[in-house]
């Protein structure tokens, strides 16, 4: 969908840690929630943490105490730090705002893999 772009996936070992980046234009950054989604083979897409424009923040129970979603204003950027991943955390992870995913509009992810 163009509006948000995700990087900063890879290859980790289990228990390390990546940082994923969303780059969002503008006009959504100032006034939507953004969310970060996973989808796992065989899997239906989940929620896995959400920022409000506020900076309030929420996450699925998977990954509360491990992963921490954050928003710098100046760059229009939403970030996901994930530490002491585990193999089930391998999946694509995508960003979104909630109304862009109800219409079915993804951009293409970022591949997050999980192995020794």
């Known amino acids: 969908q163009g509006q948000l772009v995700e990087s900063g996936g890879g290859l980790v070992q289990p228990g390390g840690s990546l940082r994923l980046s969303c780059a969002a234009s503008?006009?959504?950054?100032?006034?939507?929630?953004i969310n970060w989604y996973r989808q796992a083979p065989g899997k239906q897409r989940e929620l896995v943490a959400v920022?409000?424009?506020?900076?309030?923040?929420d996450y699925a129970d998977s990954v509360k105490g491990r992963f921490t979603i954050s928003r710098d204003n100046a760059k229009n950027t939403v970030y996901l730090q994930m530490n002491s991943l585990k193999p089930e955390d391998t999946a694509v992870y995508y960003c979104?705002?909630?109304?862009?995913?109800?219409?079915?509009?993804w951009g293409q992810g970022t591949q997050v893999t999980v192995s020794s």
């Open positions: 979104n705002t909630g109304a862009l995913a109800a219409k079915g509009a």
């Open positions: 503008g006009s959504i950054f100032r006034i939507y929630s």
């Open positions: 920022v409000t424009s506020g900076g309030v923040t």
